[in-house]
């Protein structure tokens, strides 16, 4: 049972930056992995995916140009840089990982769908002056 932990959420000024990583409890060198957000009243959207296989990446359009999500292998860790940030940034970060096998990084974010279902916790992204 793979275990994700996330981290490096909190309060931002409109403009600023955070960085969110998600730690696994395994090995994350077969899999897709992705950062999904919720906003208060708002259904689960797919930010960003990465493989972790050939690294190949999916940005919602929302967030193309600001958002940077990398992988490093060997600490079992995925980033996702976040720059620009504004208020409607605001929101439950969580991230989550499906077997490469089972999906790509264009079917996991859009469809938010992880059929493995292995959840991280979620980090709280508040944007606001």
């Known amino acids: 049972q793979l275990q994700l932990v996330e981290s490096g959420g909190g309060l931002v000024q409109p403009g600023g930056s955070l960085r969110l990583s998600c730690t696994a409890s395994g090995f994350l060198d077969d899999y897709t992995v992705g950062w999904f957000r919720q906003a208060p009243g708002k259904g689960r959207e797919g930010v960003s995916c990465i493989s972790t296989v050939d690294g190949s990446t999916y940005y919602a359009e929302s967030v193309k140009g600001r958002f940077s999500i990398s992988r490093d292998n060997a600490k079992n860790t995925v980033y996702l840089q976040m720059n620009s940030l504004q208020p409607y940034d605001t929101a439950v970060y969580y991230c989550?990982?499906?077997?490469?096998?089972?999906?790509?990084?264009?079917?996991?974010?859009?469809?938010?769908?992880?059929?493995?279902?292995?959840w991280g916790q979620g980090t709280q992204v508040t944007v606001s002056s």
């Open positions: 989550a990982a499906d077997l490469a096998r089972v999906t790509t990084v264009q079917a996991m974010c859009i469809t938010t769908l992880v059929i493995t279902d292995y």
